[in-house]
């Protein structure tokens, strides 16, 4: 349920003070992160919603620019990265802060993709994040430890494959047709699908398929291929010739 929205956004006129939006289905997480927000003399409450449909309700129908965007990915109907998008096209001046319990590069990736400037991991949620969002405000990008050595290692790991397949003479000639046909019929559709940016849901409508069918043939050829992520798992396949290459 959307709380009333707090219209107060300046502090004796000199101080100024950051409306927060919080979008997250836990009612104790939200109520965490309200009284964090009430606590601060440098921020505001605005609200909250638990659904991706109330939020974009919300930005859809307010007067008061969010200055922070207090964000979970998994809500119950869709993605947090729907609600980040709309905000920053709405009002360029938001700044989406995602705290959640996903911690793989994919989805760090596409949250700063999306218009996020920070990524905390829940587990590693600081008791005041009041705090960190005036930080982020004063121009900090906060992201948990483990989720920036994870991007760094992703970062690195690309890089090196980038000059390995740069330093090789003919690349696409090194792998012979067993390789090739590493993947079933059906996996290959999926990697296929994939890759052009279809989600798991989709790709069982689609296909005819049941989500969780689809989640064991991803994990398969996750497996094959040696990944542990979407876009490692085109990366790869692209590189072993099993997609083509992009352009």
């Known amino acids: 349920m959307l709380h009333p929205m707090n219209t107060e956004a300046l502090d004796d006129g000199t101080l100024r003070r ?19 927000v009430q606590r601060s003399p440098r921020l505001f ?24 965007l207090l964000v979970d990915l998994g809500m119950p109907d869709g993605t947090g990265l729907d609600v980040i998008r709309d905000a920053v096209a709405r ?19 596409a949250s700063i993709e999306a218009g996020a400037v920070g990524y905390i991991h829940k587990d590693a949620a600081p008791e005041d994040i009041a705090q960190t969002i ?10 948990s430890p483990m989720i920036a050595r994870r991007v760094l290692a992703k970062y690195r790991s690309l890089q090196s494959a980038s000059i ?4 090789a003479a003919a690349p ?27 989600s798991y849901a989709e790709i069982a409508r689609l296909k005819g398929l049941s989500v969780h069918t689809v989640q064991t043939h991803i994990k398969n050829l996750y497996g094959k291929l040696a990944v542990h992520s979407k876009s490692e798992a085109v990366f790869e396949a692209t590189r072993l010739g099993l997609l083509p290459h992009p352009g």
Do not use: Y
């Open 18 to 36: 950051w409306g927060v939006l919080v979008v997250e289905d836990d009612s104790r997480a939200r109520a965490f992160f309200e009284a964090s």
């Open 45 to 68: 409450w605005l609200g909250s919603a638990g659904t991706v449909q109330e939020a974009l309700g919300w930005l859809a129908r307010t007067t008061t620019i969010p200055d922070v």
């Open 91 to 109: 009002f360029p001046g938001c700044e989406p802060l995602v705290v959640s319990v996903f911690g793989d590069e994919e989805n760090v990736l």
């Open 134 to 143: 005036v930080e982020m405000k004063a121009g900090a990008s906060p992201i």
């Open 164 to 167: 390995l397949g740069l330093s």
């Open 172 to 198: 696409e000639a090194a792998f012979d047709e067993s390789e090739r046909g590493l993947l079933s019929a059906r996996e290959h559709e999926v990697l296929t699908l994939i890759a052009r940016g279809f």
